[in-house]
C-alpha cells in the first residue's frame, strides 16, 4: 500500500516517514479514508436494490490512465470524448473483473498528475490473484457490498496497513478492526492480475 488521496486528511502522525505514496503505476493500492464512487458492471442495468448510481460498461468504456490527459483518472466514453490520452484500460475487456464494481474515489475529484488513478473494488479471479493496486474480493461479498451502498448515508472505506489504523484509531473515531476468524479466509485481496 501507498497512500493516496482520500476523502479526509490523514494526519501526518499517522505516518511514518519511510511509507511510500501512492503513484501512477506502483502496483500499490492506495491507503487512507475515501468515498465511493459510481458502481459499474457489464449488465445494461444494476439490479433493482442498488441506490448507487450505475454505469454498464460498454466497449468503448476506458478509465484514462495517461496523467497528460484532460480525463486523467476518469471513466469514459471514448465514442463520445476525443481521445487525448496514450494510455487507458479498456474496462469492457478485463475478464471475471469487472463484471461488477464501484470506484473508490482516491485522487479525485481534481486529479494530481501521476497520484494514481483507476483504482476500483471489484471481482476477483481467486486466492493469490489479486489486482494492480484495486481491492478485489469474491463476486457474492462484492455484490453484498454494493447492495448495502447508500450514497445518502456518506459511506467511507478505511483501508491501510493495521499498525497505522491503530495508531489514529482513536484520535480520528474509527471503530475497532473486525476480527478475522483463523479459519477462514478473509474477503478481500490485494496482489496483482
Known sequence: MGWGIGAIH????????????????????????????????YAPQPPASWK????PI???THCVDDSHS????????????????????????????YR???????????????A???VFMHVWAGPGIGTVGCTAMPEPQLKTILAWLDPEAKPLLVEMPIARYRRIRKSM?????????????????????
Open 58 to 60: 460498454v466497449p468503448t
Open 52 to 55: 448507487i448510481p450505475y454505469l
Open 10 to 41: 490523514i494526519p501526518a502522525s499517522a505516518r511514518s516517514k519511510n511509507d511510500p505514496v501512492k503513484r501512477e503505476g506502483d502496483n500499490r493500492s492506495p491507503a487512507g479514508i475515501f468515498r465511493f464512487g459510481t458502481a459499474f458492471g
Open 173 to 193: 473515531h474509527l471503530p475497532l478492526r473486525p476480527s478475522i476468524s483463523p479459519h477462514r479466509e478473509p474477503t478481500s485481496a490485494r496482489s496483482r492480475i
Open 100 to 114: 461488477w464494481g464501484v470506484v473508490i474515489d482516491q485522487n479525485t475529484p481534481h486529479p494530481l498528475p501521476e
Open 70 to 97: 484532460r480525463y486523467y483518472n476518469r471513466i469514459v466514453d471514448s465514442s463520445k470524448v476525443p481521445p487525448d490520452w496514450n494510455s487507458s484500460e479498456s474496462m469492457r475487456y478485463a475478464g471475471v473483473y
Open 116 to 118: 494514481g488513478s483507476c
